[in-house]
């Protein structure tokens, strides 16, 4: 189970509201790539992992993306705060606004809401942890797209700070998918069936 | 009104006072009845035996949690919430000692890291 710790894992503190920044910052809550989907992923994913290295690694980079989850929700809100009717009109924000307000709604930067079809669970660790390896880079790309069009440097420190956790979680995925072969190649082949 | 006022509790709706938590929740109640697994050895109960405390006073610390948020003035609840907190804490260090890492920041000086350790079932392994 989990306790909650009343802190952002980093801070977020943004001066300017930016109704059209935070929409395209909500991909990474509840878009295809985003946190949401990558904490559920990894969540679901280790309960079938062969051993107790790869069902650790994977509840804790699980834990650390509810984290992030957090600092994005944290960012859309603090991105709309203060805002009034003529900035949500010329910020593109109002089709996000007419459903939602100001609320933190899981969807994608298009307004299409969350959808497991985003993620995938296979139940075969060779599978899951190469689906893991793609999303981290795919994450990657987002944080990279999203720093291409803001020029807020108080939202693009926390992007800088998410975009390089994605690249630390490859680095581990990396390390655990080899982990997995060489036992797969281990004088037992059925290994991943324990 | 449907919703108890802040004042009173809920579990005891003739009574404006939070007495009855106590009576509802036992910091020496019996663990939930069990199986009995002849194979499993004195250790392994006793592991067990534990967890189930930690398990169900856990609960009642949540469940407390919660009144509380909605009836932050009531000192009966906010009493017994305090008393068990500390209960569960002393549970959990004496199960980290014996068994092994709840939380990762648990796992001792000893290498390999005891939090990824074969020997340390996942929850839903055990």
Redo the contacts between chains.
Sequence with gaps: ?WDYERKLMYPVKIKNPNPALAKMVIAQYGGPDGELGASLRYLSQ??TMP???T???L??IGTEELAHLEMVGALVNQLTRGTNAKCVKESGFADYFINHSTGVYPANSNGSPFNAMAIAVSGDPITDLNEDLAAEQKARATYDNILRLSDDPDVNDVIKFLRAREIAHYQRFGEALRRVEEKLTDNNKFYMNK | MFYPKADCCPFNTDEPTCTPIEESVSVNAQPMARKENMESSPDVNSQKELLEKIQEIGFAVVDLNLFLDTHPDCTQALELYTKLSSTLKSLKADYVAKYGPLCATDSDKNSPFAWVDDGHKWPWDI
């Design positions: 189970m280790r309960f051993d107790s290295v069902k650790g690694l509840t804790d």
